[in-house]
């Protein structure tokens, strides 16, 4: 629907005089009838507000319309909406700049990920929104994903978009990490011992919502697998949902990670292959 102001564009401020007395006829007519007090269901009184010749040049239309809250308990019930929705901004926003997420990463969402690129898109697409819509069951289950398949093939994308969804829609404090990252992170810790890395390591053992990228990139040294067992027996025993991008199938993951630890991701996570041609060469030249 057209926005009422754009319906307007010779309304000006009600004064007396007949074609004042027009335009409001013709604002009343106009006035759009879903705009009722969500708190008591009266309709609200609306007031055509002109704005000066500045502001009718910034915005580019010559006012708009002010409702007016009903009552002062519905005023007070607005301002405290008001108030919850932009703390509700203010700590999305919070959980983004500590999520780990590069600008790039970032803008990975459900929208903007192509699911009929395949079957194999479609049928991911269809398992990542059923987890969604399923959060609260799937948190206390500690239940999450595992998304394999080959390069390219839309496994990062798909995973973070869960993420942003869960940071913009449920505000769950999320964190991403890649393996690779967090294997140069330990060994550095390792080879210099001033470094600190316990709070970090807290987040990544603690956090509501973890997601590693990339498993199994690395060599599976006994190094490697026993750090990335401690992590993820942790997570397994604490029943915090896991998410995972990996080239490998889970067939494969006894031999690159160890048993212990391949045992406890099948467990705690639901597959959701990606097959198929390069994603992004795919969606780049338009499917």
């Not at 409001?24 to 759009?32: F, K, V």
């Not at 798909?158 to 449920?170: G, R």
């Not at 060599?219 to 997570?235: A, D, G, K």
């Not at 959701?272 to 795919?282: C, H, K, M």
């Amino acid at each position: 629907m057209e926005r009422i102001d754009g319906l307007l564009p010779d309304a000006g401020k009600i004064t007396s005089g007949s074609s004042a007395s027009k335009r409001r006829d013709r604002a009343e007519a106009l006035r759009l009838d879903d705009k009722i007090c969500p708190h008591c269901g009266r309709e609200l009184q609306a007031e055509w507000v002109e704005f000066p010749p500045a502001l009718q040049k910034k915005y580019d239309k010559p006012g708009e319309w002010y409702y007016h809250p009903c009552t002062p308990e519905c005023e007070k019930k607005n301002d405290q909406r008001e108030w919850e929705i932009a703390r509700r901004d203010s700590r999305v926003a919070t959980l983004r700049e500590r999520s780990g997420l590069s600008k790039r990463l970032k803008g990975y969402t459900l929208a903007n990920f192509d699911h009929q690129v395949s079957k194999s898109t479609e049928k991911a697409f269809a398992k990542v929104m059923d987890y969604i819509m399923n959060w609260k069951e799937n948190q206390e289950a500690g239940r999450g994903l595992y998304f394999c398949g080959g390069v390219g093939t839309g496994k990062t994308h798909l995973a973070v978009a869960v993420m942003n969804e869960l940071i913009q829609t449920k505000r769950v404090p999320s964190l991403f990490v890649t393996v690779p990252e967090l294997l140069d992170n330990l060994r550095g810790a390792y080879n210099d011992p001033g470094r600190n890395l316990d709070e970090w390591m807290d987040a990544v053992k603690n956090a509501d919502l973890l997601l590693l990228d990339d498993l199994g990139s690395e060599r599976p040294t006994e190094w490697v697998q026993e750090r990335l067992f401690v992590i993820i027996n942790h997570r397994y025993r604490e029943s915090l949902p896991t998410v995972f991008t990996s080239n490998i199938g889970p067939e494969n993951l006894p031999a690159q990670l160890g048993e212990r630890t391949a045992s406890r991701i099948i467990a705690m996570c639901e597959g959701v292959e990606l097959a198929g041609d390069d994603y992004r060469e795919t969606v780049r030249n338009g499917g």
